[in-house]
């Protein structure tokens, strides 16, 4: 027997006895169910609570007089701080004895539409003329300014670490598994948990805030840096190999210019994660429009929080087609054989800085030019029609969003979080790591076993299961999202077109702008969350299948359409198995953006590990307990996602004859 037909053989048994393994959940929690559920109430301490909330009291404590403070964390507070101080006294604050920055809004509008047309094109230079002059029209100049500070601080230290550490990442097996654990535990651990330590350390402030950004931001600039180079073709590879080229000569002129796009996505999404800090930054006073949206949310203002979310919006779709019109650009001429150094070029440069140079001079010197005149503020008319556009969803769309939150928690969401909280913890631990190991493999079901051990050992099970059950649920929505409109994506560039801004839109508004509006329609409860997780995951999901299609070669479905291959037999058995690696990264995305608004959960009304969370953040002796239930929910997803992988890899195997293609 050869051995495709040995694994061919094997996926049937794996099938039933998986099934076995639920049959035996389900008559094991019709017994024992109710037994050792490991409850913990709301105000409930364990001893390592206990323990956690006086080590931080301890750092809080010895902040002015430790010298690991004084010598080493002071100084990166005093950069941060001066850094983002400097960006500011350019654009947005008064600076230098002036009662206004270096650069008014005539000088900041200029520069950048230059910057956008001598690395763009025309098109984007409007765009990116029209998104800032939207800032001041909305009434929002300086806090737009204050935000986008912060922004280009945080994304510019996020690409300094992010991009050579993907590389890195993508060259070398060994520190890819050493810095995966690391950025799940970056990238999961929800921000209400660091921000606190981070105060510990860094005080309020920029600082902090530029900190909060970067953990948050560098994740995806590494993951999927180190996914692009991984990406490049092994026979591109030789054939440099072949002509002499050394290895640094390969990544410079083979693998960098192969995995640009993909590094471009990276480089957008950290951009976009940067941006959607925004408003949970201005909890430990980060300036921008962050603030804004804090203070309408306390009144439920949602025409305000509305307003200073858009313009979050605009600024991350100036910054998308920037960043992407530039790579295109650069890629252009090099195919073209152009260099930037000619004559024609230092002409344009002349001249395009020249006009800057100009009208920032008038913005030095002159106040109507330093500030965006007040006769064309409309906020206030967008703040109205948001309001009643808000009030019309909630009266005429009541009966439909009920009908839909009805179904799911009645039919997915309400047995299966019974099954999870009633069972023994110890029925749930074998259950977790038979399947890992019937789906994955046994280092997966080893850190099952661990991460499941570590859920009881935090005292947090219970939680921990209410939070499970919705997580799976909403990544289940993400990817049947991800994988209908990915798939569309990448198959039309007209939809492509269509779609981008609205999930840059989807991806960066602050989760509390949308949350108010979904909390109208579905009211605090656990549906209401997932919702907000859908929202918030599913924009980069969709965005890496549409990439994983896209870079499916175009031979290939030339062939199978001449084959007399229909357009659902080319998506499912051309495109998207081809295209597994780029649908896997997108689950695996997904799965940890779902887990890093398990805390926004628990302000709608999901309760769990998310209320845990908040709660620890606003009441002092609930630290520790908040902190223990952060750590609980990066176990949740390191398990997820190892065992995600695992079973990843065994199809894998499985599709190639039992031959591991790397």
Not at 138 to 166: K, R, Y
Request: glycine share 10%; hydrophobic share 55%.
């Amino acid at each position: 027997m050869t051995t495709v037909a040995v694994v061919a053989a094997r996926l049937p048994a794996r099938r039933y006895l998986l099934l076995a393994v639920l049959a035996l959940w389900v008559l094991g929690w019709a017994v024992f169910g109710g037994r050792d559920t490991l409850n913990l109430g709301g105000a409930e301490l364990t001893p390592l609570h206990t323990s956690l909330n006086e080590g931080m009291d301890a750092i809080d404590d010895s902040r002015n007089s430790n010298p690991f403070f004084l010598y080493f964390i002071n100084y990166i507070r005093l950069f941060l701080d001066e850094s983002v101080t400097f960006v500011q006294a350019l654009i947005s604050q008064p600076s230098f004895g002036r009662p206004l920055p270096v650069l008014g809004w005539l000088g900041v509008v200029a520069l950048a539409t230059a910057i956008a047309w001598l690395w763009g094109n025309g098109r984007v230079a409007l765009l990116t003329a029209a998104g800032l002059l939207s800032f001041g029209v909305l009434g929002l100049w300086q806090e737009s300014m204050d935000t986008l500070a912060l922004t280009l601080t945080a994304v510019v230290f996020s690409l300094a670490v992010g991009i050579p550490l993907g590389v890195w990442a993508g060259l070398n097996d060994r520190f890819n598994r050493l810095v995966t654990p690391v950025l799940d535990f970056m990238q999961t651990m929800p921000t209400f948990v660091y921000l606190a330590p981070l105060t510990l350390f860094f005080l309020i402030g920029p600082a902090s805030a530029t900190v909060a950004t970067m953990i948050y931001a560098i994740p995806p600039a590494i993951r999927i840096t180190s996914h692009g180079i991984r990406q490049v073709s092994h026979d591109t590879l030789e054939a440099g190999a072949s002509l002499g080229a050394t290895g640094v000569q390969s990544l410079r002129h083979v693998r960098l210019p192969m995995a640009k796009q993909t590094i471009i996505v990276g480089v957008n999404q950290t951009i976009m994660a940067a941006l959607s800090m925004a408003t949970i930054a201005a909890l430990i006073d980060a300036p921008g429009l962050g603030k804004t949206v804090l203070k309408a949310l306390q009144t439920l203002d949602v025409g305000t929080a509305f307003n200073a979310g858009l313009a979050i919006v605009i600024m991350a779709v100036v910054l998308d087609r920037v960043t992407s019109a530039a790579s295109r650009r650069v890629e252009a001429d090099r195919r073209a054989g152009r260099l930037r150094g000619t004559r024609r070029r230092r002409l344009e440069l002349a001249g395009a800085f020249g006009v800057v140079a100009v009208l920032g001079y008038l913005s030095y010197t002159y106040v109507w030019a330093a500030e965006f005149p007040v006769q064309a503020n409309l906020g206030s008319y967008v703040r109205q029609a948001a309001d009643a556009g808000s009030l019309w969803v909630q009266d005429n769309l009541a009966a439909y969003t009920d009908a839909l939150k009805n179904v799911l928690t009645n039919t997915l969401l309400n047995p299966f979080e019974k099954l999870l909280t009633t069972s023994p913890w110890w029925l749930v631990l074998a259950v977790g790591v038979a399947v890992a190991l019937l789906v994955g493999s046994v280092r997966a079901a080893l850190v099952t076993a661990a991460g499941l051990l570590v859920l009881v050992l935090l005292g947090l099970w219970q939680d921990s299961m209410v939070t499970l059950a919705s997580t799976l649920v909403a990544t289940i929505l993400v990817m049947m999202l991800g994988v209908v409109l990915g798939v569309w994506m990448g198959r039309s560039d007209r939809v492509d077109t269509v779609l981008r801004p609205v999930l840059d839109a989807g991806q960066t508004m602050p989760a509390f702008v949308y949350l108010v509006p979904i909390l109208g329609l579905f009211g605090p409860t656990r549906f209401t969350a997932i919702i907000a997780a859908v929202v918030f995951a599913a924009p980069i999901a969709i965005k890496l299948v549409a990439e994983g299609i896209r870079r499916v070669s175009p031979t290939t479905v030339e062939a199978a359409i001449s084959a007399g291959t229909g357009t659902w037999q080319l998506i499912s058995k051309v495109q998207l198995p081809m295209a597994r690696s780029g649908v896997t990264l997108a689950a695996s995305q997904g799965l940890i953006y779902v887990l890093s608004m398990v805390v926004v959960g628990g302000l709608v009304g999901a309760g769990a590990l998310g209320y845990d969370v908040v709660a620890g953040f606003s009441q002092h002796q609930l630290r520790g307990k908040g902190l223990a239930a952060g750590l609980a929910i990066v176990v949740l997803g390191i398990v997820l996602d190892r065992v995600m992988r695992a079973a990843t890899q065994r199809a894998d195997v499985a599709a190639h004859g039992g031959v591991t293609h790397r």
